[in-house]
């Protein structure tokens, strides 16, 4: 019923800005909250960050704080992840997610709806 479909990664350098879309169909008329996870080889997924179904609250998880800004256009039904000041440490598979809580979950059993990745690799 729901799919999500993220693009935008890729190989960039340690400094270098990126910007992820997740794009959203089926069920778009739903209100969902969205969400950005991120996976590393060897590592748990963990949370990035959240918005609500407006866009008028944000979630942030500690380690990409003041360097990402999470936002949507839901005329466009995406959600979109801007990575500025990218780290080595940032180098994952990055997943959008919905969620038909409407909560900022940081918490992936949260969310209902998962895309399948998109790659970015930040070389030093």
């Known amino acids: 019923q729901v799919q999500l479909v993220e693009s935008g990664g890729g190989l960039v350098q340690t400094g270098d800005s990126l910007r992820l879309s997740c794009v959203i169909s089926g069920r778009t008329f739903s209100r969902y909250y969205m969400g950005w996870f991120r996976q590393a080889p060897g590592k748990e997924r963990e949370f990035v960050a959240a918005?609500?179904?407006?866009?008028?609250?944000?979630s942030y998880a500690d380690s990409v704080k003041g360097r990402c800004t999470i936002s949507r256009d839901n005329a466009k039904n995406t959600v979109y992840l801007q990575m500025n000041s990218l780290k080595p440490e940032d180098t994952a598979v990055y997943y959008c997610a919905a969620n038909t809580r409407l909560r900022l979950g940081i918490q992936g059993r949260e969310y209902d709806y998962w895309g399948q990745g998109t790659q970015v690799t930040v070389s030093s």
């Open positions: 918005i609500s179904y407006r866009g008028g609250s944000t």
